[in-house]
Nanobody
Framework: QVQLVESGGGLVQAGGSLRLSCAAS????????MGWFRQAPGKEREFVAA????????YYADSVKGRFTISRDNAKNTVYLQMNSLVPEDTAVYYC????????????????WGQGTQVTVSS
């Protein structure tokens, strides 16, 4: 069992940056692939980024490629999402998720979810 807690969300102006963190409980964090997803009001939850258990492989949605960076620190049981050059379209609740297997872009393949953290980008 893994529990995930996101933090770092907030209000930022367009062009600004935020770093989200996702702290995981449990001693098996290093064996989990992790992902970030987001959900804007009235829209489905969508894939943002994913990282393999080792951190050696990363994947991004086209809409955030080159602006967002996913990383992890297995010693701290934490995964991060560095978000730069934010635009109003990035406004959403951001969720981290974990799964025991390879990285995935598909939300239904993740077993564990955090409660989410709100990111609001003003124009």
């Amino acid at each position: 069992q893994v529990q995930l807690v996101e933090s770092g969300g907030g209000l930022v102006q367009a062009g600004g940056s935020l770093r989200l963190s996702c702290a995981a409980s449990g001693r098996t964090f290093s064996s989990y692939a992790m992902g970030w997803f987001r959900q804007a009001p009235g829209k489905e939850r969508e894939f943002v980024a994913a990282i393999s258990w080792s951190g050696g492989s990363t994947y991004y949605a086209d809409s955030v490629k080159g602006r967002f960076t996913i990383s992890r620190d297995n010693a701290k049981n934490t995964v991060y999402l560095q978000m730069n050059s934010l635009v109003p379209e990035d406004t959403a609740v951001y969720y981290c998720a974990g799964r025991r297997d390879l990285s995935s872009r598909l939300k239904y393949e993740y077993d564990y979810w955090g409660q989410g953290t709100q990111v609001t980008v003003s124009s």
